[in-house]
């Protein structure tokens, strides 16, 4: 990574129950996720559930483009959060008392965030919203002063850049609880450009050490968290429509090819070794932006399937294809992104590099598939699996990658 070396003199040193908040090394061996970590992430499933039902309801009730919009809205603002946190915990996080109380206030933001997920959709009331992340954004900003009370010259001054763009982003997102319902939609993509824009900004002068190997674990463990709910979703919803409705037969094509979609997309995430190519910022940012669009349409494939379920058993207005389509639009967007961000770069010749792209196209294709498009897209999926490891054991090279 391009980073300044890390003096041991930083490394950080017990002063009672505080310890100094200081940047820790970006090379640290065996650097893992921790159990606070963990816990943050648990949290955060309370808020991707919400989400993941509200879009549910949207899409079964025909309102698809409005749910998507709130979806992409709300997604954004839990991912951005949680995003955040990680980052700053890669750099600097010291683990003592005033650094966990932190961080659980940040958990406390997340929850009342959750909470206010369904105002959001339902009555566009983004006040509980605003809220939870109030109380994130604070206390994120208080962790950079820290930081920057411990540090000096333009690792210090990237440290207030952080604190300071957080708080005005948070008072800029105020504009959500004001403005006029027609204009919410503008505002939301004006203040989500100007939170991205915040970390370019700040790490112009000093670039934080972040650690490669941490960012891509917690990136990976958020994943199976996303895909571990849209399971659970999937899960209940096929036993409430087989309970309601008696309909094992109809449901039965959608709960495999949900969970061969699942399965798949566990696969081609964790295939190739993502840590390898974080060796610069720039390629941090760009990877770790485009982990948005990732974990959305990870957590959408659930909330498909649960669509699919509600149209088989007759609780969905709408058509057959639209229900298909919820769960094949998200899952070919995910099988394309894990492509485009990291996978392709593993892969060494035209038809390994073939193998996702058109495994996508095809899962778009199942769409028309009425009835079994669910059962078909998993299929693809699968096939999509069994090729990269058929061509990568046919493979003469011994270059990174199995899939």
């Known amino acids: 990574m391009t980073h300044e070396p890390t003096p041991a003199t930083r490394t950080p040193r017990p002063l009672g129950p505080l310890r ?28 991707v559930a919400q989400a993941g039902l509200q879009l549910v309801h949207a899409v079964a009730e025909g309102h698809a483009g409005a749910g998507v919009r709130d979806y992409a809205m709300v997604f954004f603002a839990i991912w951005w959060a949680w995003m955040n946190f990680t980052w700053f915990a890669s750099a600097y996080d010291n683990d003592d008392a005033l650094y966990r109380l932190v961080t659980l206030l940040q958990i406390t933001g997340v929850l009342i965030l959750a909470a206010g997920i369904s105002d959001a ?7 509980l919203v605003w809220l939870g ?26 440290a207030l850049r952080y604190a300071g763009g957080v708080l005005a982003c948070q008072v800029g997102w105020s504009a959500l609880l004001f403005a006029p319902g027609p204009a919410r939609p503008w505002v939301f993509l004006v203040m989500a450009c100007a939170e991205m824009t915040v970390p370019l900004l700040a790490e112009r002068g000093h670039p934080t050490d972040w650690h490669a190997h941490h960012i891509a674990e917690r990136y990976g463990l958020f994943t199976i968290i996303v895909l571990g709910e849209s399971i659970a979703a999937a899960t209940v919803a096929v036993k409430t429509g087989t309970a309601q409705n008696d309909a094992q037969d109809d449901l039965l094509p959608i709960a495999v090819g949900g969970l061969l979609l699942v399965f798949a997309a566990w696969w081609v995430y964790f295939v190739v070794p993502a840590h390898a190519r974080l060796h610069t910022t720039r390629r941090g940012f760009v990877w770790g932006y485009g982990h948005y669009l990732i974990f959305a349409a990870a957590a ?9 379920v509600e149209q088989a058993v007759g609780k969905a207005h709408i058509s057959v294809t639209a229900a298909a389509a919820a769960v094949t639009l998200p899952a070919a967007l995910y099988l394309l992104l894990v492509w485009a961000l990291h996978a392709r770069y593993f892969k060494f010749g035209i038809a390994r590099q073939l193998v996702l792209p058109t495994a996508a196209l095809a899962v778009l294709l199942c769409t028309f598939a009425g009835e079994w498009a669910v059962l078909a897209a998993g ?4 096939a999509a699996i069994v090729t990269g490891v058929a061509l990568n054991a046919r493979s003469a090279t011994h270059q990174p990658g199995r899939a």
């Open 121 to 127: 959709f339902a009555a566009h009331d983004y006040l």
């Open 379 to 382: 299929l693809v999926a699968t």
């Open 20 to 47: 100094p908040l200081v940047a820790r090394d970006p090379d640290q061996e065996h650097r893992a996720a921790t159990p606070l970590e963990l816990f943050f992430d648990l949290c955060f499933v309370v808020a």
């Open 133 to 158: 992340y109030a109380v994130m954004r604070v206390a994120l900003a208080s962790q950079w002063l820290r930081a920057a009370r411990h540090a000096s010259g333009p690792e210090r001054n990237t």
């Open 300 to 308: 959408a494939v659930g909330a498909g399937i649960e669509v699919a």
